[in-house]
């Protein structure tokens, strides 16, 4: 069965320190892959995403992702988190057969100052 | 600048009470969808519209039915809503088969009473 899997429920840093999500998936085609991060009571904003090409893809506020086919993972990454990056951080797959996106179920990013 | 417009963003309504959640999108786009989002979840999938075709998740409750009217609004009408319908009700669009990232509003928080 097709699936997205975020193993970090919560993380926690100290601001300036480097980040790293994990998200494997688990899916039969060539997926289309995305990070997205809710701020508590608002919407879902993209911050990336991969389709084809390059591995490394750079995102918005500072993200970037590495997709890796042999360990089926993308990743997110930043080299220091900032206060305001305290959220929830989706990754969700989708594929060309389909419009669903399949989400993994979110780590939550608390930031220490 | 074009986006996903959700009104109201905050709804109050009672057991049992007919309630009507608005979507409204300036990207022209072909897709449009809902999801349910409760705490500490991720979405879920309750629909979405290509064109005018409408596609329901095996799971959506018949409680749960939307309209799209034209292509820039689609509405989300819970015909008789339940404590356990108490969510954030997010809704986005995206351009269609060429093009499947999805761009959320900022969502709809349905209370319950």
């Known amino acids: 069965a097709q699936s997205v899997t975020q193993p970090d429920i919560h993380i926690t840093v100290s601001e300036g320190a480097s980040l790293e999500l994990r998200c494997n998936y688990s899916y039969g085609a060539t997926p289309y892959l995305f990070w997205y991060v809710q701020s508590p009571g608002q919407g879902l904003q993209l911050l990336l995403k991969y389709f084809s090409g390059d591995t490394l893809v750079q995102g918005i506020k500072g993200f970037e992702a590495e997709f890796k086919r042999s360990q089926s993972s993308f990743n997110l990454r930043k080299p220091s988190v900032h206060w305001s990056d305290a959220a929830e951080y989706f990754c969700?797959?989708?594929?060309?057969?389909?419009?669903?996106?399949?989400f993994g179920t979110g780590t939550r990013l608390k930031v220490l100052a | 600048d074009a986006m996903v417009i959700q009104n109201p963003r905050y709804q109050v309504t009672q057991f049992g009470k007919p309630v009507t959640l608005s979507c409204s999108q300036t990207?022209?786009?072909?897709?449009m969808y809902w999801y349910q989002q409760k705490s500490s979840q991720a979405p879920k999938l309750l629909f979405h519209?290509?064109?005018?075709?409408?596609?329901n998740e095996a799971d959506t409750p018949d409680n749960f039915q939307s309209r799209r009217p034209n292509t820039s609004f689609c509405f989300l009408d819970i015909r008789s809503p339940g404590l356990g319908d108490a969510a954030m009700y997010l809704c986005?669009?995206?351009?269609?088969?060429?093009?499947?990232?999805?761009?959320f509003g900022p969502g709809t928080r349905l209370t319950v009473l």
């Open positions: 969700a797959c989708t594929t060309s057969g389909t419009y669903k996106y399949i």
């Open positions: 986005a669009t995206s351009r269609g088969p060429s093009n499947r990232e999805q761009f």
């Open positions: 519209y290509y064109d005018k075709d409408f596609n």
């Open positions: 990207l022209n786009h072909n897709v």
